[in-house]
């Protein structure tokens, strides 16, 4: 049994029964049941998966997990039971850590700008670790949180991420002695640095420069007379399984930065804050088709121009931006659906758009896809749906939020219990012949994959 998760938080899929299998029998069940509502099916196995694979290509790195991604609830119990540490940016985040059962003092209270009352939540609940990039920062924390220590967030240089937030958050270089002279002024305990590569960057030098100006800083705080040991350098890797090769190629350039910058034995933890590349690839969202109207090629908004096309379509599903879709506004994404009625291959093609369930003309999904025309009650796919998808919903939601389904492969459970050491250990002459948890962890990870979902249909 887990300490954090037990068998009985998910479905168990056994051997030779995919999550597609899976997937393919919730949609029967809730066909039969007359249920149309939109859900999702996690693969916490896809989560296990990922987890194994960090630790084998960046060993020095302790993984944290970004709550503010996604914070169902079987996640957080996942990544518990593998022992991660939690990033949170609120008090609900933390509250909701803290009740799966992590301790204080594997909590990061993160965000350099925290309002008052969050800052007394977090010294209320034993968390001290918390990141700071101004002077009004580090005033409020001197008042409401005193045995706090403090992590001064760096700037990076995130000019070719499509989410580039630098100019928002972070202290350039030239004001970090003064703000680390000012927390000394203030009594205020500072014992390491951040930094935050946005998700995007198509440059893992990025990493590099990031960590030499880390270690300028402990230089500084040297100087000061604080003691640094702590190095936190963000997140920022990708999610999806098409990615795999840019994190690899990342994850060797952090590496190398890391032994010349800060090398093993220098007394430096060193620590990632991971969202997106724990979840995205995991979930699933299925929606219905709540209505459809059909626009004729000269009806005012119709910008079809193929004179082959006799209409277009535009269909109302069940969930929209200002719930699981929310990540088109935040990451200006175009998701591409997957039908679960593939059509034949002599089926015709109508231009369609994909509308969410409210009346604001924002609420727009998608369009420029040719589908074959559907039908009220239809179901859709939507893969690699695991980021902002849960934790940023809206509460302006004309459908109730998504039911989650948690899946994992037996498999996956076997490595869970590998790693915390929870199978049964082989009698002492056999132990010389059995691999160790970890190893025996990573040879899973490949068997971890499973087949996608659903093969997309025609789709351009």
């Not at 001064?152 to 240089?157: E, F, I, P, V």
């Not at 203030?186 to 640095?193: D, Q, T, W």
């Not at 998504?402 to 082989?426: C, D, E, F, H």
Request: net charge negative.
């Amino acid at each position: 049994m887990g300490r954090f998760l037990d068998e009985s938080d998910f479905m168990m899929v056994e051997e030779g029964f995919t999550t597609r299998d899976l997937l393919e029998n919730l949609l029967l069940e809730v066909s039969q049941m007359g249920d149309r509502d939109a859900f999702f099916l996690a693969d916490l196995g896809d989560v296990v998966k990922k987890h194994l694979r960090f630790l084998k290509v960046l060993p020095r790195v302790k993984p944290f997990y970004a709550v503010k991604c996604n914070g169902s609830k079987g996640v957080v119990q996942t990544l518990a039971e593998l022992g991660t540490g939690f990033s949170c940016t609120s008090k609900a985040e933390i509250a909701l850590v803290q009740s799966t059962g992590v301790p204080p003092d594997k909590i990061i209270c993160t965000g350099p700008c925290k309002p008052v009352s969050q800052i007394k939540y977090a010294a209320g609940c034993g968390v001290q670790l918390m990141t700071f990039d101004n002077e009004v920062e580090l005033g409020k924390v001197a008042r409401s949180h005193p045995r706090a220590r403090m992590i001064l967030q760096l700037a990076s240089d995130n000019s070719r991420s499509s989410t580039c937030l630098s100019m928002k958050f972070g202290a350039t270089l030239k004001s970090c002695r003064h703000l680390m002279e000012t927390a000394k002024d203030m009594s205020v305990e500072i014992v390491g640095v951040s930094f935050h590569v946005r998700s995007g960057s198509i440059d893992p030098q990025t990493f590099t420069q990031s960590i030499a100006d880390a270690r300028l800083v402990f230089e500084m705080g040297t100087e000061l007379g604080y003691k640094m040991h702590f190095l936190d350098i963000g997140g920022g890797f990708p999610g999806t399984e098409v990615s795999k090769a840019r994190f690899e190629e990342t994850a060797a350039v952090i590496n190398s930065a890391l032994d010349f910058y800060f090398p093993e034995g220098c007394g430096v933890e060193v620590i990632a804050e991971l969202g997106r590349y724990y979840v995205t690839s995991a979930f699933t969202l299925a929606v219905s088709i709540a209505t459809k109207k059909e626009v004729s090629l000269d009806q005012p908004g119709s910008d079809d121009e193929d004179s082959g096309s006799r209409k277009s379509f535009m269909y109302y599903v069940n969930d929209g931006v200002y719930g699981s879709f929310s990540h088109i506004i935040f990451d200006n994404v175009c998701p591409i659906p997957i039908l679960h009625k593939k059509p034949s291959p002599d089926h015709p093609m109508y231009s369609s758009s994909l509308w969410g369930p409210t009346g604001d003309d924002l609420d727009r999904i998608t369009d420029g896809l040719e589908l074959p025309e559907l039908q009220s009650g239809d179901w859709m796919m939507f893969e690699n749906m695991g980021a902002y998808s849960i934790s940023a919903s809206s509460t302006f939601r004309i459908s109730q939020q998504p039911q989650i389904n948690y899946a994992m492969s037996r498999v996956a459970w076997k490595a869970v219990q590998l790693l915390q050491g929870k199978l049964l250990q082989p009698e002492e002459e056999e132990r010389e012949s059995i691999c160790t948890p970890l190893s025996c962890g990573w040879e899973m990870t490949d068997t971890l994959c499973v087949a996608p979902v659903f093969a997309p249909a025609s789709i351009t």
